[in-house]
């Protein structure tokens, strides 16, 4: 298996413009986690899904934020619009389970102008 | 709220020694999970543990758990350049989700 596919690697973009982050959980996984990580917060979890379904999205900072899982193979993370206190590491993961293991993607490194 | 907190945030040993990280978490878990991250890339699973359990070994790695005093340790022995990273324990609560501390930043010197 190919593991946790993200796209892009690196976005830099300029405020106010619209962020789409992509992400390929692994094949079989029923969990899809987004998180994001900055060196003054850590590691966040912004939403996470359980069989498609958004279960807790309470992490999400705010309606500029949303995320959508349309199948079991593929989530969106959208920013719009997009600010500078954005810019971190966003990084998606998947699991069997919601409390199993966690397979990380590389992440994609946001930066907003 | 933030469940698992690493201690200490830094540290840094020579080539061979061993390295401990400790982490310790609020409420009742399931199980902890320690995970490591080397620069620039995404966190890999590193070892389980479950509540009922005590003590786990996976290599050159040793993990211990303590529910009564709800923390849990991490042991490298004989340590290598090339474990050099950041570390995090992980826990799950009452809705079953992750949450990972801030991590330990390991150096180690060769």
């Known amino acids: 298996d190919a593991g946790v596919i993200q796209s892009p690697r690196h976005e830099v973009t300029e405020m106010g413009q619209e962020v789409t982050l992509r992400c390929k959980p692994i094949?079989?996984?029923?969990?899809l986690f987004w998180y994001r990580q900055t060196m003054m917060r850590g590691l966040e979890l912004l939403i996470y899904?359980?069989?498609?379904?958004?279960?807790?999205d309470s992490g999400m900072p705010e309606d500029r934020f949303s995320a959508k899982m349309p199948n079991a193979s593929f989530s969106t993370l959208k920013i719009q619009p997009s600010e500078p206190r954005d810019s971190a590491v966003y990084f998606c993961a998947s699991s069997p389970g919601t409390a199993d293991t966690q397979y990380f993607g590389p992440g994609t490194r946001l930066t907003v102008l | 709220s933030q469940q698992g907190e690493e201690d200490p945030q830094a540290l840094s040993i020579q080539e061979g020694e061993n390295a401990t990280m400790n982490c310790s978490y609020k409420?009742?878990?399931?199980?902890l999970q320690w995970y490591r991250q080397n620069s620039g890339r995404g966190l890999v699973h590193l070892i389980l543990i479950r509540s009922n359990e005590r003590e786990k070994h996976s290599g050159r790695l040793r993990v211990t758990l303590d529910t009564s005093k709800k923390s849990s340790s991490l042991l490298i022995t004989a340590s290598r350049a090339a474990d050099t990273a950041s570390y995090f324990c992980?826990?799950?609560?009452?809705?079953?989700?992750?949450?990972f501390g801030k991590g330990t930043l390991l150096t180690v010197n060769p």
């Open positions: 094949s079989g996984h029923n969990s």
């Open positions: 992980a826990t799950d609560g009452s809705n079953y989700k992750l949450t």
């Open positions: 899904f359980n069989n498609n379904v958004p279960i807790d």
């Open positions: 409420t009742s878990i399931n199980n």
